[in-house]
Nanobody, 128 residues
Framework: LQLVESGGGLVQPGGSLRLSCAASGGSLADYAIGWFRQAPGKEREEISCISYDGVSTYVAASVKGRFAISRHNPSNTVSLHIVGLKSEDAAVYYC??????????????????????WGQGTRVTVSS
C-alpha cells in the first residue's frame, strides 16, 4: 500500500485547507487511517483518525472544532479538513494506515507505532 498526501501549501492565518491522502496498491477500505503532524523541533503527533468504515473518528483536543476527518472508500481517499488555521498548525502533515477491522478503533489517540504504512508528508505553512 502506498500513500500520497496532497493539499498542503502556504495559507494565511484564519484560512482553510483540505489535505488529501490517496492510496494505491491496495484498498483503503481495509484500513484505519490516521493523520499526524510534525512541527519543527517537535515530535510527531496524531491529530485525527478514522476507522475503516468511518464509524469512529478521533480528533485531538488541541484542534477539535477546526479539524475534521472524512473518507471516501470508493475513491480510495481520506481527507483532513482544516478551518481557522493558526500559526501553530504549521507542520508537515502525514497520513498513515493500519490494518484494523474494529469500527470503534478511533476513539482515542493512537501511537504511530500502530501504523504500518506512511505517506511522504505535505507541508502546511501558515503566514500572512
Amino acid at each position: 500500500l502506498q500513500l500520497v498526501e496532497s493539499g498542503g501549501g502556504l495559507v494565511q492565518p484564519g484560512g482553510s485547507l483540505r489535505l488529501s491522502c490517496a492510496a494505491s496498491g491496495g484498498s483503503l477500505a481495509d484500513y484505519a487511517i490516521g493523520w499526524f503532524r510534525q512541527a519543527p523541533g517537535k515530535e510527531r503527533e496524531e491529530i485525527s483518525c478514522i476507522s475503516y468504515d468511518g464509524v469512529s473518528t478521533y480528533v485531538a483536543a488541541s484542534v477539535k472544532g477546526r479539524f475534521a476527518i472524512s473518507r471516501h472508500n470508493p475513491s480510495n481517499t481520506v481527507s483532513l479538513h482544516i478551518v481557522g488555521l493558526k500559526s501553530e498548525d504549521a507542520a508537515v502533515y502525514y497520513c498513515a494506515a493500519r490494518w484494523d477491522g474494529d469500527p470503534y478503533t478511533c476513539t482515542a489517540v493512537n501511537s504511530e507505532r500502530q501504523y504500518n504504512y506512511w505517506g511522504q508528508g505535505t507541508r502546511v505553512t501558515v503566514s500572512s
